[in-house]
């Protein structure tokens, strides 16, 4: 989602990367629908970006999630939506282009904006997609199809509504209710048939920037009786890098600010936003939400974490993981560096010209941790698969910054992959364990290697 104050290194990042052209990313094959299996973060394969996450459970136990497509680097989001699809949270269907406002698949003539994050629910027998778009002349509507991958009517104006982040919640009762905004939330109850909202239920101001750091995206859901607003929180940094939540006892209040969920700062250097929420599925609580990426705060990549409620109804913040929802990774199988859950330095995930990805960008005193693993107690050795630059040191360390060995990768021509082997001094911890890779340079008085890209990581495992 846009966000309307950008932090110095932000800008920096974005300059960077503005250089390289609005053709950077590559374009994805143009399949209307792409399975795929991954218990991993991210969640979308690789040359594939997919943020603003607002996931339903239907009727059948089939968990939906509609988000926006990144498409270029230097702007946000584009004119599609895309539907991501999953049983198991194992094997995924991603149907593209699924609702959009150009091209074949356009359903708003009135308007060529971009899609920006939307919302959808079941109600009726049918699912029901509310959108928006920076066009004040149509900045919100509704559409319904038979499923959230379509095929959808074409969209129709809500003129009561202008902002963004629309949210939609269906009661214990079956009152509809509707929210919207930013930096402020403002709602309604939503007539039952969708044709609009009733304005004699309108609330503005239900949650803000100043008490509860509110910024956009929102979510109004429910839990035990408690009901939940999640969205972009920018208490931190004043930058909108978490998600934080407020709950209450009624659908519009007074909320109580509680904290953060989740905050995806330091997963790429340009890191800026996010956008997500909360649900449920198989008895179990997951946030989805999105990080950065290939060093732009334009090109996001959906994750998700499990989340445990305490008796009281709150939820504890959880840390970025590598192994998401899945189980955790097999440190003797191969890792691919591209998802490496915090990141320091100028190193990034980044997209190659045929959808691949690797860690990119690094340069002396950058550093990748990839969390969390099975214990990899009877490893000797550590392998790391490197595209040679200049060249410098891979460092192998634990979560608590013990070191385990270090190895020099040789200068290359950019392009021809090799491997280099760290023997361990040491078994690595008993349990669940985390990966701690630091990037050096050739020695503090070569300046070049200080400057220069030293290499690049696509894989690692242990021996």
């Known amino acids: 989602m846009k966000s309307c104050m950008q932090p110095l290194a932000v800008l920096v990042a ?37 943020c603003d996450p607002a996931a339903r459970v239907g009727p059948d136990g089939t968990l939906w999630i509609i988000g926006t497509r990144d498409e270029v680097p230097t702007s946000y989001t584009s004119h599609y939506l ?44 049918k699912w029901w997609l509310l959108y928006c778009l920076p066009d004040k002349r149509h900045m919100m509507g509704v559409s319904s199809a038979p499923s959230p991958a379509g095929p959808y009517t074409m969209g129709r104006r809500f003129p009561e509504c202008s902002q963004i982040s629309p949210s939609i919640f269906r009661d214990d009762d079956g009152t509809l209710y509707y929210v919207w905004g930013q930096f ?45 607003m999640v969205y972009a929180d920018i208490g931190r940094r004043n930058a909108p890098t978490c998600l934080g939540y ?11 600010y509680r904290g953060v969920i989740i905050d995806n700062y330091g997963c790429d250097p340009a890191s800026w936003n996010n956008a997500g929420e909360i649900v449920e599925l ?33 939820i504890a913040e959880v840390e970025m993981t590598s192994n998401g929802i899945g189980p955790l990774l097999d440190p003797f199988a191969q890792t691919p560096a591209r998802i490496a859950c915090v990141m320091h330095g100028e190193v990034r995930v980044a997209t190659k010209a045929d959808g691949t990805e690797r860690l990119s960008g ?32 891979i460092e192998l360390k634990d979560a608590k910054g013990a070191s385990y060995g270090i190895v020099a990768v040789p200068a290359g021509d950019g392009k021809t992959a090799t491997e280099v082997r760290i023997a361990l001094a040491r078994p690595f911890p008993a349990g669940r364990t985390a990966v701690v890779l630091d990037f050096h340079g050739k020695g503090f008085l070569d300046k070049k290697s200080r400057t220069s890209e030293l290499f690049d990581v696509l894989s690692f495992s242990f021996e």
């Open 14 to 50: 974005a300059v960077s990367l503005c250089a390289a052209g609005a053709d950077a990313l590559p374009k994805f094959p143009g399949k209307r629908t792409v399975e795929f299996a991954n218990p991993v973060n991210p969640i979308v394969p690789e040359g594939l970006f997919f």
């Open 82 to 125: 895309d539907a991501l699809e999953t049983k198991d949270l194992k094997s995924w269907h991603l149907h593209r282009s699924v609702f959009a406002s150009n091209g074949e698949d356009d359903r708003i003539p009135e308007s060529d904006a971009v899609m920006y994050d939307s919302n959808a629910i079941f109600h009726n027998g």
């Open 184 to 228: 402020t939330v403002k709602g309604a109850v939503m007539k039952d048939d969708f044709s609009g909202l009733d304005m004699g239920t309108f609330r503005a101001d239900i949650i803000d920037e100043a008490y509860h750091n509110f910024h956009e995206n929102i979510q109004l859901t429910k839990r035990n009786g408690i009901y939940y």
């Open 246 to 256: 407020a709950t209450a006892e009624k659908p519009f209040g007074p909320y109580t």
């Open 282 to 314: 198989g008895g179990r609580w997951y946030i989805f939400y999105h990080r950065a990426s290939n060093g732009s705060k334009f090109v996001r990549k959906i994750c998700a974490e499990p989340i445990e409620f305490d008796k009281d109804g709150m």
């Open 362 to 393: 690094i340069r002396a005193g950058d550093g990748a941790t990839w969390r969390y693993f099975t214990s990899p107690g009877a490893a000797s050795a550590f392998v790391v698969r490197v595209v040679g630059k200049y060249g410098g040191y």
